[in-house]
């Protein structure tokens, strides 16, 4: 996927991006950080064609995704929202189903195919026991993984994710973030997120987007983003950077 020179606004007076362009690498982990406001889930939209840019455009496997119909693009790309809403009463194994809707037509239902992408997804995300439960009898992190299964339904080579462990414990982080990297290396999903724990952009991703006020101000391998100069300049905050043997690269706020 290209991001070509994108600049994007919701009301037609402030730019939110600004001449914003990127590669995302196929089968990487890519993740989107930055300060509040900063433009991380307006670009993320951009990339799913939930927003239109007002000038530039996004490519995917060469082509524009204005010119995708949305059962094309709905092949080749899913979403997880930051905010998901199901009727409460719906089973885990129906709301999964819903990812298989872009494969369906009159003419060819393809039954077998369907069940068969639910099963894999409900045994990816550790769903299979839970199949038969309604969306109220889960936890946080347990819906989390619910919407992750139905979009891994949809059988797409693209995953995307806006701030996926909002609202969750740290227990629930991780086990969210494990699983994605899971996908990823196992099973060859493109990832791209957004998320706002810079020590989880540095542990989960192959790739980071550093934004600041709607542009791309760093753009590359975690070791060579995440510097306690870099941290000062889009965050304002004084940071140590530490290496691990164990936990690998972390950083340690000192405050403002």
């Excluded at 991001?3 to 995302?24: G, M, N, P, Q």
């Excluded at 094309?72 to 199901?86: D, F, I, S, T």
């Excluded at 196992?186 to 790739?207: F, K, P, W």
Aim: net charge neutral; charged share 25%.
């Amino acid at each position: 996927m290209e991001i070509k020179e994108v600049t994007f606004s919701y009301d037609k007076k402030t730019d939110h991006l600004k001449a914003v362009s990127s590669l995302i690498e196929i089968g990487k982990v890519t993740t989107i950080i930055g300060p509040n406001g900063c433009g991380k889930s307006t670009l993320l939209g951009v990339m799913s064609h939930n927003n239109v840019p007002r000038i530039g455009k996004v490519l995917l496997d060469g082509k524009s995704l204005n010119s995708y119909k949305p059962k094309e693009l709905a092949k080749k790309l899913a979403v997880v929202h930051q905010h998901n809403e199901a009727p409460s009463d719906l089973t885990v194994e129906k709301l999964v189903s819903f990812g298989r809707m872009p494969h369906k037509s009159m003419f060819n239902p393809s039954a077998d195919e369907d069940e068969a992408a639910i099963e894999q997804a409900l045994s990816r995300t550790n769903l299979l026991t839970k199949r038969k439960l309604t969306i109220d009898q889960l936890s946080g992190g347990e819906r989390q993984r619910v919407w992750i299964a139905m979009s891994l339904a949809q059988s797409t080579p693209f995953l995307f994710l806006d701030e996926p462990t909002t609202y969750l414990d740290i227990y629930y982080q991780f086990e969210l973030l494990d699983l994605i990297k899971t996908l990823n290396a196992e099973y060859g999903l493109t990832i791209v997120m957004v998320l706002h724990d810079i020590n989880q952009a540095l542990r989960y991703s192959d790739r980071i987007i550093v934004m600041k006020s709607g542009e791309i101000a760093m753009n590359g391998l975690p070791q060579d983003v995440i510097t306690e100069a870099t941290i000062k300049q889009i965050y304002g905050v004084d940071v140590i950077i530490k290496q691990d043997q164990a936990a690998g690269l972390y950083m340690v706020p000192l405050g403002i």
